[in-house]
Nanobody, 113 residues
Framework: VQLQASGGGLVQPGGSLRLSCKAS????????MAWYRQAPGKQRELVAN???????NYADSLKGRFTISRDNARRLVHLQMNNLSPEDTAVYYC????????WGRGTQVTVSS
């Protein structure tokens, strides 16, 4: 199983980024997917998840700014992040459970002016 995240970078406060995660080695359409993040000095936390059939769940503090979606045909899960603030600076990880938990390598998101 491989999870390859992309789309991170440096963005100014108030800006947007779209992260993508390409999954291989699983039957993607049957897998729930999730995004987590880990800020410096903090524990890794759930950002959002999406079930195989589409229902989504978000961290309360991120509702309304972040949107998770999936493209089963392309084996991709996306995280659209809007109105970013410096507090969103973190490494963002793609995650799935397929017999066991798998993590991607993460993509750095830095929000700074």
């Amino acid at each position: 199983v491989q999870l390859q995240a992309s789309g991170g970078g440096l963005v100014q406060p108030g800006g947007s980024l779209r992260l993508s995660c390409k999954a291989s080695g699983i039957v993607f359409s049957r897998a729930a997917m999730a995004w987590y993040r880990q800020a410096p000095g903090k524990q890794r936390e759930l950002v959002a998840n999406i079930t195989s059939s589409g229902p989504t769940n978000y961290a309360d503090s991120l509702k309304g700014r972040f949107t998770i979606s999936r493209d089963n045909a392309r084996r991709l899960v996306h995280l659209q992040m809007n109105n970013l603030s410096p507090e969103d600076t973190a490494v963002y990880y793609c995650n799935t459970y397929w017999g066991r938990t798998f993590w991607g390598r993460g993509t750095q998101v830095t929000v700074s002016s």
